[in-house]
C-alpha cells in the first residue's frame, strides 16, 4: 500500500526539497571568491558593513577634546612589571609623566591628550594599520590597543573610587566609540551600505525566500504523505 495520499503535492515537495539541498551544495563550494563558500562571503560581507558604521571616531575626538586642560594624576596595578612598562610607552607617547614601580604605573598628564592618543591609535587600527602603532610603542599594534583597553579598565575602576563621575564617563563613551570597534573590526576590510545596496538587498531576500522555500517544501511533502495539523477531536462528555 502506497504511504502517498496527495502524488502532486508530494511530487511538489520532493522537488522543492531536492532544488534547495542543490542550492545548499552551490553555496557551500568554495566559490565565492578567496576560497569562501556562501556563508563565509555572506559573513564577510555583513561583518564589513558593520565596520562600515561602526566609524564613530570624530565623535570619540570631539569628546577626549573636551576634556583637555583636565589633569589626570593617577595610580593603577598592571598584572606584571613587563606589562607596566607597555603600559607606561603608551601614556609617556600621550604627553603624560609616568612611573613605574613594580606592576603599579603612576601617569600624571592632561586627561584630553590622553583620551586623544586614544582615539589616533584606535583611527590607525580601524583602518587596519598595526604598523603605525608597532613602529610608535616598539610592539605589535593589537597588543598596545589590547593594552590601552586594560589599562583604561583599571583607570575607570579608580575614577570611580573618586567619584570622578565626570571623567569616567568620558572614558567609557571612547572606549565604546573609538577603541572596542577598532579592536573588534580589525583586519575586516570597510564597505558601507550606500555602495552595495544591491547585494544588500539580494542576500536579505535570498535568505528570506530560502528559508521559506524550505518550509513550503516540507509542507507539500508532509501533505502528499497525508500528514497535516489540525486541532484536536473533543472528547464526549
Do not use: C
Amino acid at each position: 500500500m502506497s504511504l502517498v495520499r496527495n502524488k502532486k503535492s508530494f511530487t511538489i515537495g520532493v522537488i522543492m526539497l531536492l532544488s534547495f539541498i542543490l542550492i545548499y551544495v552551490g553555496m557551500m563550494s568554495p566559490k565565492f571568491g578567496n576560497g569562501r563558500n556562501g556563508l563565509e562571503y555572506a559573513d564577510d560581507m555583513f561583518n564589513s558593513l558593520s565596520k562600515g558604521s561602526a566609524y564613530l571616531i570624530k565623535d570619540a575626538q570631539k569628546i577626549a577634546d573636551d576634556q583637555k586642560g583636565n589633569n589626570l594624576k593617577i595610580t593603577v596595578k598592571a598584572s606584571s612589571h613587563d606589562e607596566a612598562v607597555k603600559w607606561s610607552k603608551l601614556y609617556t607617547t600621550a604627553g603624560a609623566n609616568v612611573t613605574v614601580k613594580e606592576s603599579s604605573v603612576t601617569i600624571d598628564g592632561d586627561f584630553g591628550k590622553i583620551l586623544s592618543a586614544v582615539v589616533a591609535d584606535s583611527d590607525f587600527m580601524y583602518h587596519n594599520d598595526s604598523k603605525a602603532l608597532e613602529t610608535k610603542y616598539g610592539y605589535d599594534g593589537r597588543e598596545a590597543t589590547n593594552n590601552w583597553n586594560n589599562s583604561l579598565i583599571k583607570i575607570d575602576g579608580a575614577m570611580k573610587t573618586k567619584a570622578q563621575f565626570q571623567q569616567k564617563f568620558a572614558l567609557i563613551k571612547v572606549q565604546q566609540k573609538a577603541l572596542e570597534p577598532a579592536y573588534n573590526y580589525y583586519g575586516v576590510e570597510i564597505k558601507q551600505v550606500a555602495d552595495y545596496k544591491g547585494t544588500v538587498v539580494f542576500l536579505l531576500g535570498f535568505y528570506l525566500i530560502y528559508t521559506m522555500w524550505y518550509g513550503f517544501a516540507l509542507y507539500y511533502l508532509f501533505d502528499g504523505l497525508g500528514i497535516v495539523v489540525g486541532k484536536a477531536k473533543k472528547k464526549a462528555a
